[in-house]
T-cell receptor, first 114, second 112 residues
Framework: KNQVEQSPQSLIILEGKNCTLQCNYTVSPFSNLRWYKQDTGRGPVSLTI?????NTKSNGRYTATLDADTKQSSLHITASQLSDSASYICVVSLTRTGANNLFFGTGTRLTVIP | DVKVTQSSRYLVKRTGEKVFLECVQDMDHENMFWYRQDPGLGLRLIYF???????EKGDIPEGYSVSREKKERFSLILESASTNQTSMYLCASSPDRMTGYTFGSGTRLTVV
């Protein structure tokens, strides 16, 4: 069964600290993996997208890693800011065409406190 | 700046009402999608469209219909709203089937 699981479900960190969010997937055949940031009450916004051959991709203070062999990805946030408080969603695509080739994790809710 | 615009941020409707959720994109994207998002369940695909007047069912189409009369507009219709359709509804578009999606800001629908 194709699945995407994220951990932890929620996380609270102090401003300025680093954190790492995890995404494990069983989706196959794999095409790409995306991380989205979703502020409360808003739509998701893309942070990174990685294909099978990419191990690391950065977007400012966000760095995503991908291990296609173990089917794991992580999102590392450096020097967290209050504005990083949001849900972070991992999305994995199959290589087949069709809209329902996307599999969404249920997200990690990050809260950054002063 | 490219945009996907959903017409309402918040809606409150009564059970049995017909509800229209509108979505407009200005990126000339071929593909448009409607999802609903519920706590603990993630995003679930309701309907999608790859072209004008074309529509396909997603994973949870029951109780919903869609309309795409123009390329830039994709409407989600709840024929007779029910309380279990209370949810956050997200519209998205993409230029092709493999590129990342651009999401709208969402519509929080409450059916009472």
């Amino acid at each position: 069964k194709n699945q995407v699981e994220q951990s932890p479900q929620s996380l609270i960190i102090l401003e300025g600290k680093n954190c790492t969010l995890q995404c494990n997937y069983t989706v196959s055949p794999f095409s790409n993996l995306r991380w989205y940031k979703q502020d409360t009450g808003r739509g998701p916004v893309s942070l990174t997208i990685m294909t099978f051959s990419e191990n690391t991709k950065s977007n400012g203070r966000y760095t995503a890693t991908l291990d296609a062999d173990t089917k794991q990805s992580s999102l590392h946030i450096t020097a967290s800011q209050l504005s990083d408080s949001a849900s972070y969603i991992c999305v994995v695509s199959l290589t087949r065409t069709g809209a329902n080739n996307l599999f969404f994790g249920t997200g990690t809710r990050l809260t950054v406190i002063p | 700046d490219v945009k996907v615009t959903q017409s309402s941020r918040y809606l409150v409707k009564r059970t049995g009402e017909k509800v229209f959720l509108e979505c407009v994109q200005d990126m000339d994207h071929e593909n448009m999608f409607w999802y609903r998002q519920d706590p603990g369940l993630g995003l679930r695909l309701i309907y999608f469209s790859y072209d004008v007047k074309m529509k396909e069912k997603g994973d949870i189409p029951e109780g919903y219909s869609v309309s795409r009369e123009k390329k830039e507009r994709f409407s989600l219709i709840l024929e007779s709203a029910s309380t279990n359709q209370t949810s956050m509804y997200l519209c998205a578009s993409s230029p092709d089937r493999m590129t990342g999606y651009t999401f709208g800001s969402g519509t929080r629908l409450t059916v009472v």
